[in-house]
């Protein structure tokens, strides 16, 4: 199938060089626009219906949808599209320039995870995506290094049902099936603190 893809490395370059950092500090937090447009553009020349998602309450962040095909269930490719702040005392090299060194590729975000949209343009680069079978979509998302608005908006808002889902979050080439989360919850009290009290009886022994 004829397309204009890039060859792999290429797009790999062009990812790591499109900055994308999400910080709490207004100063280094940084939109993720121009790196929504790059995967746009490819995944429309291989014949994918788009939808560019503005997350509210964000400075300037975007997701994006990729689909294609019909019909209920099919498969959902996600990853997000931002990376932390770099420290430049702790880079020895460019971090928005793609480097091998010992058959290794370095930059920032190339695990974590601007790889994965490479590796998926990649290995669609020869399929006629109008032949599937199954739906499949191609979830970017923003803000997931700080406030997980991006994939908060897109679950609030979605209605999409695949069957089944990958993240691309980098695991050591050991296929995960679930991942620990955290939850909590603040409940303001202004009264007296008082030591907790234990409860309950002991146990016997036989």
Not at 27 to 52: H, K, M, P
Not at 102 to 125: E, H, P, S, V, W
Request: with cysteine; glycine share 8%; charged share 25%.
């Amino acid at each position: 199938m004829k397309n204009n893809l890039p060859p792999f490395i290429e797009i790999y370059r062009a990812l790591i060089a499109t900055p994308s950092i999400s910080a709490t500090e207004e100063a280094l937090d940084q939109s993720n626009e121009s790196l929504i447009n790059l995967l746009a553009g490819w995944f429309r020349d291989l014949g994918f219906n788009v939808e560019i998602q503005p997350v509210p309450d964000t400075r300037h962040k975007f997701n994006l949808l990729a689909s294609t095909g019909h019909g209920a269930g099919g498969l959902l490719l996600a990853g997000h599209t931002d990376t932390v702040p770099f420290d430049d005392g702790r880079w020895t090299r460019d971090p928005f320039t793609l480097t091998e060194h010992d058959n290794k590729l370095y930059g920032l975000g190339t695990a974590d995870m601007k790889g994965f949209f490479a590796f998926i343009l990649d290995a669609l680069r020869d399929v006629d995506v109008t032949t599937l079978k199954k739906p499949l979509y191609i979830l970017a998302t923003a803000d997931e290094e700080t406030s997980m608005a991006g994939a908060r908006y897109f679950a609030e808002t979605t209605r999409l049902r695949p069957d089944c889902a990958i993240i691309g979050e980098p695991t050591s080439l050991q296929p995960i099936r679930a991942h620990k989360g955290h939850m909590s919850n603040a409940d303001p009290y202004s009264g007296p603190v008082r030591p907790l009290q234990r409860s309950g009886a002991r146990g016997q022994r036989d």
